[in-house]
């Protein structure tokens, strides 16, 4: 059982990216999820998360620029982030409770970087 994210890259301030996160096979239910960045030197800090109840959980940095939200037929969730700032500049996790059949799991996806340029 896997999560694959995607969606990193090189932008310029003011731009945006969607970062995305899939389960590794359509079969797994993502029940909960977030979205977590961290800089060298630094703690992993959460960006956006959702519980399996829908409720949404934003940093202040990211309230008002930031979007977390699942597709329930792709199984995947997604972190749109716009007016992108330099500091934003991060490798992004992302990070899910997976059901599988009567098992969950947690898991964490490997990291995608985002490069915010000035």
């Known amino acids: 059982v896997q999560l694959q994210a995607f969606g990193g890259g090189l932008v310029q301030a003011g731009g945006s990216l969607r970062l995305s996160c899939a389960a590794s096979?359509?079969?797994?239910?993502?029940?909960?999820a977030g979205w977590y960045r961290q800089v060298p030197g630094k703690q992993r800090e959460l960006v956006a998360a959702f519980t399996s109840g829908g409720s949404t959980n934003y940093s202040d940095f990211a309230k008002g620029r930031s979007t977390i939200s699942k597709d329930n037929a792709k199984n995947t969730v997604y972190l749109q982030m716009n007016s992108l700032k330099p500091e934003d500049t991060a490798v992004y996790y992302c990070?899910?409770?997976?059901?599988?059949?009567?098992?969950?799991?947690?898991?964490w996806g490997h990291g995608t970087l985002v490069t915010v340029s000035s």
């Open positions: 096979r359509s079969s797994f239910s993502i029940k909960s």
């Open positions: 990070n899910a409770l997976v059901k599988v059949t009567i098992y969950e799991y947690d898991l």
